[in-house]
């Protein structure tokens, strides 16, 4: 990756509020197509609330955000998803009466990212990436595991063709060995990101395994930005605590 190559997505000075209170403030960051950011933090750090704003689902009280050079923040959230940012939120949220195959029919469709014709070999592209969710394709989602509804959130996003991926505590609700099966995907990065720029949003340190960098948020500012391989148990020690640190930004 070209240090001076320009960034896909820019965060500038992000601040979001809930009424009087301050959940995020001055949030900044970079990320480049194909690098995986995990942003990491306890609950109630402003994770969520991060990229929910990201996404155009909550206000932004001051900052920027561009993709790809282009000022998306103040857009609505359907007009940010077709310019390529999408979001995987936690609680996965399929829509339970659909099969599967329907699921990523109306994703796809729905985006308008993905050309008509082109549907059903991004469909295809899907069901090789998650066998799982391929044996399961004319079964209604609502049926699926939680692991299984996980994987067909993520292929959700992916067949929409994201410039930016959002992904918040996909191992939210598994169990840690389905965590584990999630995460082993995830390691296929080639295959599942490609030139895609990634912010993979948790709480557990499994996210390091997949990031190249790492941002750590503590009451809602960042305490830490590096890269993956610089996160001490004793940072994320200090950042659970609210306690800020003196790592590199």
């Known amino acids: 990756m070209s240090a001076n190559q320009n960034p896909t997505l820019m965060i500038d000075q992000l601040s979001v509020s809930y009424g009087h209170v301050k959940a995020v403030s001055q949030f900044s960051l970079s990320v480049q197509a194909g690098e995986v950011v995990a942003l990491l933090g306890p609950n109630g750090a402003g994770k969520t609330t991060t990229l929910r704003a990201l996404s155009g689902l909550l206000p932004i009280q001051q900052g920027r955000v ?66 799982n969710i391929a044996r ?49 995907f995830f390691g296929r990065r080639a295959e599942f990101f490609g030139g895609v720029a990634v912010i993979l949003a948790e709480q557990s340190r499994i996210a390091l395994t997949v990031a190249d960098r790492v941002c750590v948020l503590s009451k809602g500012r960042v305490v830490f930005t590096g890269l993956a391989s610089e996160v001490s148990q004793s940072l994320m020690v200090h950042a659970y605590l609210g306690v800020e640190s003196n790592g590199t930004t």
């Open 136 to 184: 399961r394709r004319d079964v209604a989602s609502g049926l699926l595991s939680g692991g299984e509804q996980q994987m067909l959130a993520i292929g959700r996003a992916l067949i929409a063709r994201p410039v930016a991926l959002l992904l918040d505590e996909p191992s939210m609700g598994l169990s840690p060995l389905l965590t584990e099966v999630i995460y082993e």
């Open 66 to 131: 561009t993709l790809n050079g282009v000022q998306i923040s103040g857009r609505r959230p359907d007009q940010i998803a077709r310019a390529g940012l999408l979001q995987v939120p936690e609680g996965r949220q399929v829509v339970a009466p659909l099969t599967v195959l329907e699921n990523l029919q109306l994703a796809g469709l729905a985006s308008r990212r993905c050309p008509a014709h082109e549907l059903n070999k991004e469909i295809d592209r899907i069901f090789s990436l998650f066998p």
